[in-house]
């Protein structure tokens, strides 16, 4: 069957196509119904219910009893070290089912949750697997985020145990994540049980750090393992929550996506083949983080699961040591398909523009390079494209969906590809472009992103200890829809164009971020009376956070002072990967009558495009201050 006809019957005979993709499985225990309505599920309706399976089993002890123990499931790598490594399927098994034994000696179990706070290294794929392994319920914060960041997760998700590390390891600085994590735990209300840290001992010595330890609160993983018993796949029902991940939404407190079980190993199986055109024993290089969607899907469950060889890279796309640090892996390992962000390619442009360092290297093996995360950008397309020979996609998702949504499937048919667009809906996704009343709007006009209700499994199941707010965040907007958040077009051929966010979440350096948290952030400041913050483009990083902020009469600080102090705020609460670096001080924000500051209109001018000043506006007077604060 061509894209099309499978697209087609994906939409009309959902029960029928998942059953197929459902069966490549080694269930426990096969599903009684593949589709079922469930008004006890947030979203009504629910997926494989009656299956029961183990993902940590599907994606190591399945492929160990299949004869394929010595095939190498994940290679290390990590110039910021110098270190190199790898673990065969048996290799990892064993390292995983150790680390479970030790958790369950702590006393996780079924239903628990772990957060796991670490750097890029192995032990972060193992503590994920081995609290799966459990059926315990993994919540991975990304290690750029701050202490109070992880202090928010920590009381959302009330973890039994978090895993973590002595530090993680940056180009020009340490990350000191022991006492960033032991601030969390005094910042936070609620109490975990204990911690796991794993000391990272071998790196060299300039790039070491000992961390103090609690005794009777924390505990040393290495020393754990030596006494560790392995312990066994538990078995959970497909709904069963695997993780909860966390994302930025309009408001300060973060999202905590729920991804069920069973949903998402079939989603993630199907979609290694049919998008990325990988097959058991092929190897998958994907760039970005365990602490993102991209890392749990690709880095970790999507290529275990098909039984590919997966690479944990601990670096950047350049300086690490140079631009050509992408292409060294790709020859190193024999890579078949490369995924990572627009902004790591824009970033690899700008330091080789000739694309000197490709030439160093042999990337023959590979097939196809993805991309996605924010817009890919026509002019990084081009040059990706051209520089390497190789067929570029674009491809469209979400921490939400968990797997992609718009796609050109290599592994389905070789489609064209249109620059600035991701391409087709994936099998199982039906896409339309709304209005703001909901109904569906025409060919290349533009309009809010939504997928017809079933979303296809792998996608959210709701917002963990907040099913309401998954109804008000996706499904209240357009009854029977669920909205993307994303705006955009789709052409009179299909191809969808997503042109940005509708709301106030934004996009830096492949990072999703939420300008209503940063604004809270600096709001907090006392000299601030009044603040938006908003994103702006960058020719790097895509976008880039812009505070304008009105200052309190009377008080005793210059606006570059303040600029200084909410920058260095930003960074403690946030994070640094907040790039938080300019806030304005101006006099007043452009407002309706009814005091509602005109956001949109200042994103417009702070990327210098056109713009209507809305007639409810209070005092055009204020656009003028804007555009000359900012420099436009
Ligand atoms: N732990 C702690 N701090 C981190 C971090 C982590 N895992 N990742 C980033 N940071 C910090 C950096 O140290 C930096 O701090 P600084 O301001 O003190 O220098 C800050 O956050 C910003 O980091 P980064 O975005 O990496 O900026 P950069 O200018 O050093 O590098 C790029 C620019 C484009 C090379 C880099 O952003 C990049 O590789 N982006 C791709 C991201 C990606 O893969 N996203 C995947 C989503 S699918
Ligand atoms: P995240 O949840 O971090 O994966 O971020 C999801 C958001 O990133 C989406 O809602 C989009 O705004 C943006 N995004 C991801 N991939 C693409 C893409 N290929 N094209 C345009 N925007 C994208």
Not at 65 to 94: M, V
Not at 415 to 444: E, H, R, T
């Amino acid at each position: 069957m061509n894209y099309r006809q499978t697209h087609q019957n994906s939409i009309n005979n959902p029960e029928q196509f998942w059953r197929e993709q459902a069966s490549k499985l080694a269930w426990f225990r096969q599903p009684k119904t593949i589709l079922s309505n469930n008004p006890e599920q947030p979203s009504g309706y629910e997926w494989f219910a009656g299956g029961e399976l183990n993902i940590c089993y599907l994606a190591l002890d399945y492929h160990v009893e299949q004869g394929r123990g010595e095939q190498i499931a994940l290679y290390y790598d990590s110039p910021i070290t110098g270190n190199k490594y790898s673990y065969t399927y048996s290799e990892l098994l064993h390292e995983v089912a150790r680390f479970a034994g030790v958790l369950q000696q702590q006393g996780v179990a079924k239903g628990d949750r772990v957060v796991i706070y670490m750097p890029m290294i192995p032990e972060a794929t193992i503590a994920m697997l081995a609290v799966a392994r459990l059926g315990a319920i993994h919540s991975v914060v990304f290690g750029g985020f701050a202490a109070h960041e992880l202090a928010v997760r920590i009381d959302d998700a009330q973890p039994k145990l978090v895993v973590s590390a002595s530090h993680g390891i940056e180009p020009h600085r340490l990350i000191p994540y022991k006492p960033l994590l032991d601030l969390a735990i005094t910042k936070a209300k609620h109490k975990p049980l204990g911690t796991v840290i794993y000391q990272r001992n071998n790196v060299p010595d300039a790039k070491k750090v000992v961390c103090s330890m609690q005794e009777g609160f924390d505990i040393d993983w290495q020393r754990a393992m030596e006494s560790a018993t392995p312990a066994n796949p538990v078995t959970v029902a497909s709904n069963d929550p695997l993780y909860i991940l966390y994302t930025s939404g309009t408001t300060g407190k973060p999202k905590g996506v729920v991804r069920d079980t069973g949903g998402y190993a079939t989603a993630l199986h199907y979609s290694m083949k049919a998008i990325y055109n990988l097959e058991t024993g092929d190897v998958m290089f994907s760039a970005s983080d365990v602490g993102w969607v991209v890392g749990h899907s690709y880095i970790i469950y999507g290529p275990l699961l098909a039984g590919c060889s997966t690479i944990l890279y601990e670096g950047k796309p350049v300086f690490t040591p140079d631009a050509g640090a992408f292409w060294r892996i790709c020859e190193e390992y024999k890579v078949n398909a490369i995924f990572a962000a627009p902004t790591a390619f824009r970033a690899i442009r700008k330091e080789d523009p000739e694309a000197d360092f490709l030439r160093k290297y042999d990337i023959s093996s590979v097939e196809n390079i993805f991309m996605a995360g924010e817009r890919l950008d026509p002019a990084t397309f081009a040059w990706t494209q051209e520089k390497t020979g190789k067929p570029v996609i674009d491809h469209w998702w979400q921490t939400e969906s968990g797997w992609p949504i718009c796609a050109s499937p290599a592994g389905i048919e070789k489609l064209s590809v249109k620059a600035g667009s991701s391409s087709l809906p994936v099998p199982g996704y039906n896409v339309m472009v709304l209005d703001d009343s909901g109904d569906p709007i025409a060919a290349n006009e533009q309009g809010n992103i939504a997928i017809q209700l079933p979303l296809p499994p792998g996608c959210l199941t709701t917002i963990w200890g907040d099913s309401e707010r998954f109804q008000t965040s996706y499904l209240q907007q357009f009854p029977g829809y669920y909205a993307s958040g994303d705006g955009g077009y789709i052409d009179s051929d299909g191809y969808v164009f997503i042109m940005g966010r509708t709301d106030d979440v934004i996009n830096v350096a492949g990072h999703r971020l939420s300008t209503g948290e940063m604004e809270e952030v600096v709001a907090s400041h006392p000299a601030v009376a009044e603040c938006c913050v908003v994103g702006a483009s960058d020719s790097l990083k895509g976008q880039q956070p812009i505070g304008l902020i009105i200052m309190k009469n009377g008080l005793d600080i210059t606006p570059e002072q303040l600029e200084k102090e909410l920058v260095a705020l930003v960074r403690e609460e946030i994070g640094a990967l907040a790039c938080f670096k300019k806030a304005v001080t101006v006099k007043q924000l452009p407002k309706t009558r009814s005091g509602k500051i005109l956001r949109n209109l200042v994103r417009k001018i702070a990327d210098g495009h056109d713009y209507v000043v809305p007639s409810t506006i209070d005092d055009p007077e204020s656009i003028n201050e804007i555009k000359h604060a900012l420099g436009n």
